[in-house]
């Protein structure tokens, strides 16, 4: 099946009704949002504009921890069973607004928010089991929004005219990534190429928010949300690794597919973590801690970083600190010396963050420093 | 072929017991009975495995079918498993319709439906005293081999067991090697039934 950078506009039939009682609709339009991604880090060196599909996604120039060389990376890749494209990425999304969403998305089910200038979208976990990436086009950025079930992490990323699909391999049971221009390789969670033109080059971020459907509808009334209408037949509500309204199967118990490339015993293995990383290396903060903390600080390699807590959301926010300014709770807001300021606006340095499985987190950053 | 091996072995006459007990099989109401619940328990057992089949009460009835479904009949999701091209929900269940699927999954249940139809002949129609349902479970085991292979390396995480390079390797050679021992299982028992016994009605 041919592909195009802005997907494959599939019309679906369906026909509805009881026995006896039988229509054809064509399934609606989506409702595209707009606005500049905000929130990215890191210097560009591959701009998408005027890119070619065949150039692969922008690339930045970064400085992470990197624990593992990229041949050992290749060792480590294992088949999930699928072959690439066997778990397809939604092409061309459709969007619903909020307040008709999905029949099968419950206020507690998780979503994974996307803010970009005041614009928001949300990508129920329950439709991302099934496809683990959303190419998407938000104003005059063409993003991709990711999921890796088995690691429990979203992140998103920006991709030019290029488009990322699911290889059905995984590293550290994390999703791994390939690009359609250059068919290079990226495991999500580190995200560096691993083979193909764009070996050694890392993909550039932005924040994607974990949270329900509740919370993200309060706080972005406006916002829309990703409906079932992807182009393929999936048995979406079920899940087939678990549930996480409430959380039971592979998302509650200790199995892991894979053995990690590290492990730990400090935090039960699909304990929800933070993480960050930089230059000045990597660090995870227990979500349980935060969430009765609401401050926690701690250190990376000498530099004091602080994760403050958005009760709302229900998520946590990175800051670097280096010069250890006193970060103090003060209801939902915090006090920066002595200034207020809501939880995701510090004055202050903000680091992409995102959840994730402990086991898998310390698995690829296995030098991360915990805060709690 | 070694001409001693040969001997021993008689590939044509076991061809034709086959043919045979096949037909016998097919000629009598019983056999075809049991055949038949075994090729529809199977081939239920192995689309809700693969996840093309589940009760789903709570979704309205209706019919989905994605866009050029014929150009995706034939897109694969795993090994041995293929791209659902429609969604059939009946009020109570669900079904992923995989033409794909359907077809391997109904091919693995026709062996599974033969061998075990088979074994019931042999032990109601035997050439020789002496035989029990031990062949029936022979059936068995292929049978799971190649059902379990459509699940992939998820099914594992159900056994809690973890996954390494040879294991996963494996399981690729699982559906084959299960359809192959269906095969050798149909022979061996085909040999056990006396097909020159009188057809019931």
Redesign the interface.
């Known amino acids: 099946m041919e592909r195009t950078p802005t997907g494959d506009r599939r019309r679906r039939r369906q026909v509805l009704g009881g026995i006896g009682a039988v229509g054809i609709t064509a399934l609606a339009g989506c409702l595209e949002g707009s606005g500049m991604p905000a929130g990215s880090t890191d210097e560009e060196v591959d701009d998408d504009d005027a890119a070619d599909v065949n150039d692969g996604p922008p690339t930045v120039e970064r400085s992470i921890p990197e624990a593992y060389s990229i041949d050992r990376l290749n060792e480590e890749s294992m088949s999930g069973g699928p072959g690439p494209d066997g778990i397809p990425s939604i092409d061309d999304p459709r969007f619903t607004a909020a307040d008709d969403p999905p029949a099968n998305l419950d206020g507690g089910d998780p979503v994974f928010g996307v803010e970009f200038d005041g614009e928001a979208k949300a990508y129920p976990q329950y439709i991302l089991v099934w496809h683990e990436i959303v190419n998407d086009v938000v104003g005059d950025e063409s993003v991709a929004v990711t999921y890796c079930p088995l690691t429990g992490t979203a992140q998103g990323f920006y991709r030019g005219a290029s488009e990322f699909g699911v290889s059905g391999r995984l590293i550290n049971s994390n999703l791994v990534m390939f690009d359609r221009g250059t068919d290079s390789w990226w495991p999500q969670m580190l995200p560096v190429g691993i083979s193909g033109p764009h070996e050694g080059a890392y993909l550039e971020e932005f924040q994607v928010i974990w949270t329900t459907w509740d919370r993200w509808r309060d706080q972005y009334p406006e916002t829309t949300v990703l409906t079932e209408e992807t182009g393929h037949a999936r048995d979406y509500g079920s899940d087939p690794y678990g549930e996480y309204n409430p959380p039971s199967g592979y998302y509650d118990n200790e199995r892991t597919l894979f053995p990690p490339l590290a492990s730990d015993d400090r935090f039960p293995r699909k304990e929800v973590v933070i993480g960050a990383r930089n230059a000045d290396g990597a660090m995870a903060v227990p979500k349980d801690a935060l969430r009765e903390r609401t401050v926690i600080e701690g250190t990376v390699d000498g530099t004091p970083y602080a994760t403050v807590y958005d009760e709302a959301l229900d998520t946590g926010y990175v800051y670097r600190n280096p010069d250890d300014t006193s970060v103090e709770p003060d209801g939902d807001t915090f006090l920066v010396d002595g200034e207020t300021h809501a939880p995701d606006a510090l004055p202050l340095d903000r680091e992409i963050g995102f959840d994730a499985m402990w086991f898998a987190w310390y698995g690829y950053y296995p030098s991360t420093e915990v805060h709690e | 072929m070694d001409t001693r091996l040969a001997g021993k072995l008689r590939p044509r006459s076991r061809i034709a017991e086959t043919a045979a007990a096949t037909r016998l099989v097919l000629r009598r109401n019983d056999s075809v009975a049991v055949a038949g619940l075994v090729l529809v328990g199977y081939l239920t057992a192995f689309l809700w495995a693969v996840?093309d089949l589940?009760v789903?009460p709570?979704?309205?009835?209706?019919?989905?079918?994605?866009?050029?479904p014929l150009?995706?009949v034939f897109?694969?999701?795993?090994?041995a498993t293929f791209?659902?091209?429609?969604?059939v929900d009946t009020?109570v269940a669900?079904l992923?319709?995989?033409p794909g699927n359907l077809l391997l999954g109904g091919f693995v249940a026709g062996l599974v439906g033969l061998n075990l139809a088979m074994s019931y002949l042999a032990v109601v129609q035997p050439a020789a005293c002496g035989l029990g349902t031990g062949s029936g479970l022979l059936a068995s085991m292929p049978a799971l081999l190649a059902g379990t292979v459509c699940c992939?390396?998820?099914v594992?995480?159900v056994l809690?067991i973890?996954?390494?390079?040879l294991l996963?390797t494996m399981?690729t050679w699982l559906l084959p090697l299960g359809i192959g021992l269906l095969f050798v299982s149909l022979i061996y028992v085909a040999g056990k039934i006396d097909v020159s016994g009188s057809a019931h009605g």
């Open positions: 996840g589940s789903r709570d979704m309205p009835a209706g019919l989905l079918i994605v866009d050029d150009w995706r897109d694969r999701t795993g090994p791209e659902a091209i429609a969604i009020g669900r992923l319709f995989s992939g390396p998820v594992l995480l809690g973890q996954a390494s390079g996963l399981f």
